[in-house]
């Protein structure tokens, strides 16, 4: 699912440099099942990415689209590499995410929309993060 291939293609869609922590990040995100913390890449990389790289290497990630936040109950930002299909800005709005209480890992459910919301005239939204709790399918077992 996140070949060097797809990675480089990745990086390339979105006009960035290829750089090894760009390509590292990438690939850990990509790989990863669930929304990872910048702490948890930084401990998947081992320890050669120098930190501050790391997080300019999120955040440019995060502003170019190639990555979104996802965010919970707790303060601790986490990172989900967007769907390869993806194209566009702001895909943290358009999916659901899952929290398993179990293992506390959060899952983005890409095939799942998020419901639309009537909101009185009053309101203008502008972000909408949908969080659902659970326990997920490894936990059930
Ligand atoms: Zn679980
Ligand atoms: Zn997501």
Known sequence: ???????????????????????????????????????????????????????????????????????????TVRYAACSMECNVHAHADDHVHFKCTSCQHIYCLNQVAIPAVTLPAKFQAQTRDYLLAGVCQECQE
Do not use: C, N
């Open 1 to 75: 699912m996140a070949s060097p291939d797809r990675i480089s293609q990745t990086l390339t869609r979105h006009k960035l440099r290829h750089t090894p922590v760009r390509r590292a990040v990438l690939q850990a995100l990509s790989a990863s099942p669930f929304a990872l913390s910048g702490h948890e890449v930084e401990q998947l990389l081992g320890g050669d990415v120098d930190r501050i790289t790391l997080y300019r290497t999120l955040k440019t990630f995060e502003e170019s689209g190639l990555i979104h936040r996802v965010i919970d109950t707790s303060d």
